[in-house]
């Protein structure tokens, strides 16, 4: 499967949410981040467009009956 797009972290903060979550929600966000790097098509249900916010996305994390949301933007196309 080819890479479609490159999931980049702005400074730390990323980084920092993923170290404080357990195991098993950090292997969910990295199951996530894989399918928007390699999917042409994201269902909504992974990376949702925030509405009247042009340019600004969520990425939708949800394992059991919690939910995380990131925030995220494409830079280029």
Known sequence: MERIRTVIAYKDYFK?????QPKKVQNKIFKII????F???IPEKYL???EE????Y???ISLGSDIW???CFFDRG
């Open 39 to 41: 999917q042409q098509r």
């Open 16 to 20: 920092d949410f993923l170290l404080k």
């Open 48 to 50: 949702k467009h925030i």
């Open 69 to 71: 949301r990131v925030f």
């Open 34 to 37: 894989e399918i928007i790097e």
């Open 53 to 56: 916010q042009k340019g600004l």
């Open 58 to 60: 969520e990425a939708r």
